[in-house]
């Protein structure tokens, strides 16, 4: 079992910087390959970034450049450091996690709110 834990949403005004934290339980943290994922108002959750356990990372187009999605295999920790924030970037984020890329994502956090006010 995986427990995820996120922090670091809040208040940010357009064009400036967040960083989220997501804090994981267990011993093989280093195996699994966590993403980020949002949901804002009225629409669907989407992926924003993951990294692989070796260290690979994938970026939506909307984030790609602006956002940063790095792990500390030592911290059990993953974070996200959003730069260049846009009213558009407004929305729940969680932490997810899955072991391969052929399974779901199994394991999630239970969301932080972030807010971009123009």
């Known amino acids: 079992q995986v427990q995820l834990v996120e922090s670091g949403g809040g208040l940010a005004q357009a064009g400036g910087s967040l960083r989220l934290s997501c804090a994981a339980s267990?011993?093989?943290?280093?195996?699994?390959?966590m993403a980020w994922f949002r949901q804002a108002p009225g629409k669907e959750r989407e992926l924003v970034a993951h990294?692989?356990?070796?260290?690979?990372?994938y970026y939506a187009d909307s984030v790609k450049g602006r956002f940063a999605f790095s792990r500390d295999n030592a911290k059990n920790t993953v974070y996200l450091q959003m730069n260049s924030l846009k009213p558009e970037d407004t929305a729940v984020y969680y932490c997810?996690?899955?072991?391969?890329?052929?399974?779901?994502?199994?394991?999630w956090g239970q969301g932080t709110q972030v807010t971009v006010s123009s």
């Open positions: 997810a996690a899955r072991t391969r890329f052929s399974d779901p994502y199994n394991y």
């Open positions: 267990g011993r093989t943290f280093s195996n699994y390959i």
């Open positions: 990294v692989t356990s070796g260290g690979t990372t």
